[in-house]
């Protein structure tokens, strides 16, 4: 229970906005349970004064003014009093509407207000999260936590807390007026509802704990689903190509299946705790009928005042059944809630230093220090010993066979990654003591894999400086070899270019990506493959685009294509992840080298 207190407390942090709204909700709550509770303390023995004309009886000794209300009503013909009390009905039960209505109200807006501000607080730390925090995740992982994950806490806050709440209060509210009235009644009808009735909650708990593992489960293969979804929807054509639709049909129906076998574990326990909640409802009732019944037979006791204790004890065993139900809601939403703290709680890798420095430009050079870098333990290190540096202005380019750490050093740079030993300086400053933001504005990157916004093809090319106006957005798309295809497409630079650019072609992919470097205009260029997406011609011009972009910049140019390195001030060949030959293509052509193989291999020579 204390560990089970503790998670929902966590749980309740998520509204922790809205405290004002709750608190107003359950005041409004509390006057509907007080007008509920006196609806059913007066209705009952009135109904059955009016109705059968005798007196209501109420065993023991009453108070005094209690006492003089009862003298009353059983003075009052019963004609006379009917109208009366119809009015007095219809007016409580409208005020107790008014203010359910607004109990009601409050609890959807901290519902709605909570899934808002979690997705807000989820997408927040997304954008703070390291570039390894994402090698670990999937794609669609990461939506079901920011979609099912957090509609399911809503219930959990918004219906299940004004149930905790509401019902909770009934309860006090019923079991109060059942031990008063009991008590005046005979003392073995307290024994019966106060040891039989708090056994209900023994098969809840147990059932929770279940619903809480199954809730796991589902929630998992949830986000299973969205990722197999995320990935066939993005590689559509890859499918396609393979004529693999009835594979990828097949995978999902599998986890598909597994989603509904788990979510049914969980369901048949969810509904198992109303019947049992209600089974020993009725035990209790049934007991108490046959233990009272002689006595309203006798006469000694008004079948108004046992019906009213009755009323009590059925507006116990409602409430009660809920707040079973709430249990096991809560247990849903406190697995939902453990998944978004696995993502609020992650820390980041790249942490910005306290007093972190900002830099306006590269002044002199960028220098890699005995660098080593592994993406984890386990698969050992991808850059070894690096020691390397760069002049400002200078052009350099890495070169290679795949998977010899070329993109991954480079993307040490922009502290995309930070490395196990070692250090990156610019300008004699590790890149560790810089902001992070200053760093990066410094640095255009334009990559092989070409990233697009769903967006129109000026706010794209803008992304990089959203102040830009318009004359530099088309003279960035002109020097990018772009503005032809621009002018011609639909709607020019306002055309919506779809999911990832999925209505551009790959070479006008790249050029927009190209676009978008030259009007960000960084002193610090980093191209990766940027070229490998185009067509012989539009590749040359966009070369010599490069070439005049990259003068009085410092570039690093990362190819396979070793046609698009040639003019690079110095070329890093890197073997195993270490340095294994620099120079010009010139003194790297002359003798027996790696880049020489390489070379000949590519052009035949």
């Known amino acids: 229970m204390k560990t089970y207190l503790k998670e929902y407390f966590r749980l309740l942090k998520f509204a922790r906005s809205y405290v004002g709204f709750l608190v107003l909700a359950a005041v409004c709550m509390g006057i509907s349970t007080i007008f509920e509770g006196v609806t059913f303390t007066s209705l009952a023995p009135i109904i059955d004064r009016i109705f059968t004309n005798k007196d209501i009886v109420i065993p023991g000794e009453v108070p005094l003014f ?20 119809l009015g007095f009905v219809v007016i409580l039960f409208f005020l107790k509407g008014v203010f359910f209505y607004i109990q009601e109200y409050l609890m959807n807006v901290i519902g709605q207000g909570v899934v808002k501000l979690v997705r807000n607080d989820l997408y927040k730390k997304f954008q703070q999260l390291s570039m390894d925090f994402y090698g670990k995740k999937r794609t669609g992982e990461l939506m079901s936590r920011v979609t099912n994950d957090v509609s399911v806490i809503t219930n959990g806050i918004s219906y ?46 147990k059932l929770g704990k279940k619903i809480k593992k199954y809730s796991v489960e589902v929630q998992m293969k949830m986000a299973d689903l969205n990722s197999h979804m995320a990935e066939t929807i993005q590689g559509a054509h890859i499918v396609k190509a393979f004529c693999r639709e009835d594979y990828e049909i097949e995978r999902f129906a599998k986890i598909n299946h597994q989603y509904y076998r788990f979510n049914l574990k969980a369901i048949r326990r969810i509904i198992a705790v109303s019947p049992i909640t209600e089974l020993i409802g009725v035990v209790g009732v049934v007991s108490i009928i046959s233990l009272i ?10 079948f108004g005042v046992f019906a009213a204790f009755i009323g009590f004890l059925v507006n116990m065993i ?25 993502i609020l709680d992650e820390t980041p890798q790249i942490k910005e230093a306290q007093g972190a420095v900002k830099i306006e430009g590269l002044k002199d050079n960028i220098r890699f220090e005995n660098v080593w870098f592994a993406y984890n333990k386990e698969d050992g290190f991808v850059l070894q010993d690096i020691n390397l540096e760069i002049k400002k202005g200078e052009t350099i380019a890495f070169v290679g066979h795949s998977g010899v750490g070329k993109t991954t050093l480079a993307g040490l740079i922009p502290r995309f990654y930070d490395p196990q030993k070692g250090r990156v300086l610019i300008d004699g400053v590790d890149i560790k003591e810089l902001n992070i933001n200053s760093l990066r504005s410094l640095i255009s990157i334009v990559s092989q894999d070409t990233i697009l916004f769903n967006a129109t093809i000026r706010d794209n090319i803008a992304y990089g400086r959203l102040d830009a106006s318009e004359s530099e957005i088309i003279e960035a798309a002109k020097k990018a070899n772009a503005y032809e295809f621009i002018v011609n497409t639909p709607d020019k630079f306002n055309t919506v270019i779809g999911d990832r650019g999925f209505r551009l072609s790959g070479g006008e992919k790249q050029r927009l990506a190209i676009a978008r470097a030259v009007l960000k205009n960084s002193p610090i260029l980093i191209l990766d493959e940027a070229t490998s997406s185009l067509d012989s011609v539009t590749e040359k011009l966009i070369k010599e685009a490069f070439f005049t972009l990259m003068e009085g910049k410092t570039a690093f140019v990362i190819a396979h294509r070793l046609s698009t390195v040639q003019k690079a001030d110095r070329i890093v060949v890197l073997k195993k992840g270490q340095i294994a030959e620099i120079g010009s293509h010139s003194d790297l052509i002359s003798d027996d080298t790696l880049y020489k193989k390489l070379y000949s291999l590519q052009f035949n020579v």
């Open 160 to 205: 299940a807390l004004k149930d905790l709440i509401f019902e909770s209060m009934k309860v006090i509210v019923f079991a109060v007026l059942a031990l008063w009235l009991g008590f005046k009644i005979s003392w073995i009808l307290l024994i019966v509802v106060f040891v039989l009735f708090p056994a209900i909650m023994i098969p809840v708990a």
């Open 293 to 302: 019944a002689p006595q309203i037979i006798s006469g000694r006791l008004s």
């Open 66 to 85: 209690l006492q003089n209300i009862v003298n009353r009503l059983n003075a009052v013909e019963p004609i006379s009093f009917l109208k009366y009390i």
């Open 318 to 342: 409602r409430p009660m059944k809920k707040l079973s139900n709430v249990y096991a809601i809560n247990q849903r939403a406190l697995a939902a809630s453990s998944r978004i703290y696995d």
